[in-house]
């Protein structure tokens, strides 16, 4: 299915991935190994993605515990931000943190879908903002934004009708970002096709597995159900 999306679509086909997944989908599995079955599987998404994606420069010089001098390296771009999708963007977040070799900044986003219209709805976000005094407070329009991170790598487990994936997008190339990772465990075809053209040659989309369809709820089907409330064992309320 993958081989039918835009050059900017990337579908795991990892086997220990598709077996994690395979688990995560089970209406059997409790909050304790779902919560483990997307930090995993977000570790092997985040493997392939930031393999492709980021590359190493030198930052300098050290030496070993022997006294010998090497040579640092560190990221390129050296300029990154983690921006989770609340809430369920949170069980993705360990997993990336874990595998890059120095802390980055984290800043959330909160959004919701409106039930009956199913359109995003921002309820938060932290990302920071501040224009140079230098330019003209009546025209904003091309003044940089200081703090924007140069790639933002978005995390969220599912995109199902890719609203919200339009939103989050839309949110950070207004935020000034010049690329944005987005990793996801699962979408719909629909979904991810949304995500990848809101801004072609500015976002890399990186999911686990595409499911076809939605239903006229937006859930994925077959999908994983409400990741969120199965991440947080909200299941009820």
Known sequence: MGSSFPANVHVSAHPCLRAKLSQLRSHAASTRETKLLVHEITTILACEALGQTLTVTETGKDKTPLGV??????????????????RSGLGMLDAVQSLLPDDIPVHHLGLFRERSTLQPVEYYNNLPFHRPDTFSKTDTTSAPNELAAHTAILVDPIIATGGTADAAIQLLREWGVKRILYLSVLGSEGGVRRAAQEWPEGVQVWVGAVDQACDERGMIVPGLGDIGDRLFKAVGK
């Open 69 to 86: 001098e090497y040579t640092t390296e560190g990221l390129a771009p050296s300029s990154l931000a983690l921006v989770p999708i609340l």
